[in-house]
């Protein structure tokens, strides 16, 4: 690709390339790098002035050197075989421990521990419940989990089974039913009588996802079964570099294959007869142009799509449902409960009022149009597990981030005026945190140059204005089951087709889409390919 220099405008090497991919997230250019390894002339069109999407790093601080996974935060669902295939200078870091829920009971502070061993791990449960039963609960259910795991998780760059063809495929009547046929609720109190290990539980079936713990639609099924199949194991590990070290790969991984990436092109429209080359007309600095392509790839939300082909988006508009926080800490926090280090507590996923029935009662005010009183989040800290993604001055000193997931914060709480209800909800999220911390978790954040506070926060709205999430839905729309659930003729195909033949959905939202996967890029590709 070269520039006019008499014009300023773009000058794409081909008038007619057989891919032009629109958006350069993470799904665009897993997809970019297998079409042009396969020989295929390829050009992505990104509006931003990088490539990445929400799967990127950055420095949100100023003048700190602390690269952030700004957006998204763990990888779970990323094959090691698109790895692989794409030879990527990339890895992730298993965390030591898996997660630790802090809470007080008879006036005393403790938490539940999971990982550092079996032998660790089943005396939190006792000590927390009083016996074995719901260690040993805990045990068969995951157990029964990670069968699942194995068998679908292969699946997903496979092309489409049927419903009835995954059934015989995992081979397990009671697991079926537990996960996709009765509201995940009926599992959790079926196999677990401790309030706080229900809770811990369920919070796999809402990140993302404004549900119930029975809801009828079974989306709280859909995102736990996302949730825990990843890599067939359900591990949720921390990216080495941060996200951004991905998208760099991947979009290195590209260029190298051939793939020319526009960055600074947004497009504005997609023109198609179906049978031909589609157009594709985009925007710059310096003016409109356009370009053809015999498949577009669209790496965009199925709303932002319906809208680039003038047609008319589901009636439904998605709706994202979380507060995302990023800190930098001068040092970790010190707990209330002395029985565990603060590095193994924030080592893994930091559970904040998500007990079973704190997670309901958040659910009934968030739906009723209130904002949680006592709202439920999870902290990772990605520095404990690797600490490349601070400078060695902040590492020498015990600086360390934390990125707080908050559930149950549907964007139409924030719609009346986002600023003051994300400050509220702020003060209501960190109060809960500090419940827990022997200090207040501001006294431990650092300060930028300018000599503000390490913190901010999104919220839905946030997100629809920055990355373009359609109401801050960061899967794009609610999760789809992992196999054909419409059209019989869906079975045997890729999950990413749409109405018409050279224009296909290559982003979160096409069935098997969702968190940082690649997957939806790999079948994309894998569909223009078989033809």
Known sequence: MTTSRSSGRTVFDKAVYDAVIVGGGHNGLVAAAYLARAGRSVVV????????????SSRPFTGMDARLSRYSYLVSLLPSKLVRDLDLRFSVRRRTVSSYTPTARGGRPGGLLVGGGDARTRESF????????????????????????????PTLTEPLPTR?????RIDDDAAWRMLFEEPLGQAVERHFADDLVRGVVLTDGL???????????????????YHVIGGGTGDWDVPVGGMGALTEALAGSARAAGAEIATGHE?????????????VVFRTATGEGRVAGGTVLVNASPRALAELLGETPEPAAPEGAQLKVN???????????TAVDPREAFGGTFHIAEGYAELGRAYAEAAAGELPSVPPSEIYCHSLTDPTILGPELVEQGYQTLTLFGLHAPARLFRKDNQQAREVLLTATL?????????????????DADGRPCIEAKTPLDLERELRLPGGHIFHRDLSWPYAAGDAADAGRW??????????????????????????GHNAAMAVLER
């Open 267 to 279: 497009v504005l429209r997609i023109d198609t007869d179906g049978t031909g080359p589609a157009e």
């Open 431 to 447: 109060a809960q945190l500090d419940a827990h911390l022997d200090e207040p978790i501001t006294d431990c954040l650092a300060f």
């Open 207 to 225: 990140i993302g996802t404004f549900a119930d713990a029975h809801d009828p639609s079974l989306a709280q099924n859909r995102c736990f079964l």
């Open 164 to 168: 009835e063809e995954l059934r015989t």
């Open 126 to 153: 006792a000590r927390l419940t009083g016996s074995d039963r719901e260690y040993d609960s805990w045990r068969a259910f995951y157990e029964t989990t990670g069968r699942v795991a194995g068998k679908v998780f």
């Open 327 to 337: 800190m930098l800490l001068r040092r970790l926090p010190r707990l209330r409960d």
């Open 45 to 56: 069109l990104e509006r931003l002035g990088h490539t990445g999407g929400a799967a990127v």
């Open 495 to 520: 999950g990413v087709e749409t109405a018409h033949r050279n224009v296909l959905l290559c982003g979160a939202g096409a069935v098997r889409g969702g968190g940082v996967s690649g997957v939806p």
